[in-house]
């Protein structure tokens, strides 16, 4: 059985920094790409960031330059740093395995809000 655990949303003011975690369980980490998305209400669930297998990363245009995704395989975590935050980043954030560029598992969300 597959899980994925997220921690690390909060409250943050507007430029600050958070780092979301995401362990996972049930697979063999080291083997699949991961993924950070993030959902707004009323909106689809949308990519903001990837890694493979090789450490290969892609990003969503609006977050290029003040996130970054990384895992660290010994411990079956993928982080996502998140710095110069706006008010605009205020969403769930969701860790996901992704198969074939598609995410196939989902952790439960973590909510990310920026004061201005």
């Known amino acids: 059985q597959v899980q994925l655990l997220e921690s690390g949303g909060g409250l943050v003011q507007a430029g600050g920094s958070l780092r979301l975690s995401c362990a996972a369980s049930?697979?063999?980490?080291?083997?699949?790409?991961m993924g950070w998305y993030r959902q707004a209400p009323g909106k689809q669930r949308e990519l903001v960031a990837s890694i493979d297998s090789g450490g290969s990363t892609e990003y969503a245009d609006s977050v290029k330059g003040r996130f970054t995704i990384s895992r660290d395989n010994a411990k079956n975590t993928v982080y996502l740093q998140m710095n110069s935050l706006k008010p605009e980043d205020t969403v769930v954030y969701y860790c996901?395995?992704?198969?074939?560029?598609?995410?196939?598992?989902w952790g439960q969300g973590t909510q990310v809000t920026v004061s201005s």
């Open positions: 049930g697979i063999i980490f080291r083997l699949y790409a």
């Open positions: 996901a395995v992704v198969v074939n560029r598609r995410p196939r598992y």
